[in-house]
């Protein structure tokens, strides 16, 4: 049983529409991370969110961290075949790193 | 400014022998942490070191892995007599001095280890 639940499990969209993917748990994080891997490649960290109810934008990238810190959204506009990739959130409870099993998502030129 | 180097990127071992992973992890950082990336799952929490301690083993199997992270060089992932089990892509990430309550880490691009 994963402690993070990533919802939808795959996503493929055609260039310029806009995509939300969520992470939801039942417990409560000291920070969350995104990640997006490629293949073959580690993890490439993103963004991290501490506070309840924070909003981080990167560029065409928007990060939601829920109000008690239990689930988190992203949010891509416009997206580019350069987005494609493996998004992964990950909840910190000190030091350790639970992930989620990620969202798969295809931007079609 | 180099970031988490991971090596080898590929290792093939055949059943039986050992495979050694190695991560140097960022420059001033002093925390280290193993994950594995079993196909088709997440990252799983392996261990997490400090210079010349293990921290956290709690996720590592119990027998034929074992980690260091000395005080001079890089960490290292040893896994003994390797099994087809073991086959999967092994992430190493490192981060600065811990704020209370707060981790941001970095990881390598990973060592793919297949069993044959």
Same mark, same amino acid.
């Given at each position: 049983t994963q402690l993070l639940e990533q919802s939808p499990q795959f996503l493929s969209i055609q260039e310029g529409e806009n995509l939300t993917v969520y992470c939801n748990s039942s417990s409560v994080f000291s920070s969350l991370q995104w990640y997006r891997q490629e293949p073959g490649e580690g993890p490439v960290l993103l963004v991290t969110v501490v506070t309840g109810g924070e909003v981080k934008k990167l560029k065409r990238l928007t990060f939601q961290f829920? *109000?008690? /810190? &239990? *689930? $988190? $959204? !992203?949010? %891509?506009?416009?997206?580019? =075949?350069?987005?494609?990739? !493996?998004y992964l959130c990950a909840g910190a409870h000190d030091y350790k790193l639970s992930f989620g099993a990620g969202?798969? +998502?295809t931007v079609r030129a | 400014n180099a970031g988490v180097m991971q090596n080898p990127r590929h290792l093939v071992r055949r059943r039986g022998q050992e495979a050694r992973l190695r991560c140097s992890p960022m420059k001033g950082h002093s925390h280290v942490y193993w994950y594995r990336q079993l196909p088709e799952?997440? !990252? &799983? #929490?392996? +261990?997490? !070191?400090? &210079?010349?301690? %293990? %921290?956290?083993?709690?996720?590592? =199997? &119990?027998? /034929? #892995? $074992?980690a260091e992270f000395p005080k001079e060089g890089p960490s290292i992932l040893r896994i003994q007599q390797v099994v087809r089990g073991d086959s999967a892509a092994y992430f190493c990430a490192s981060s600065p001095i811990q704020g209370e309550g707060f981790t941001e880490a970095f990881f390598g691009q990973g060592t793919r280890l297949t069993v044959v």
């Open positions: 829920g *109000d008690a /810190r &239990k *689930d $988190s $959204s !992203l949010h %891509i506009t416009a997206a580019q =075949p350069g987005d494609t990739g !493996l969202t798969t +998502v | 799952e997440g !990252l &799983k #929490f392996m +261990v997490y !070191l400090q &210079k010349e301690n %293990i %921290i956290d083993e709690s996720g590592m =199997p &119990k027998e /034929r #892995f $074992s």
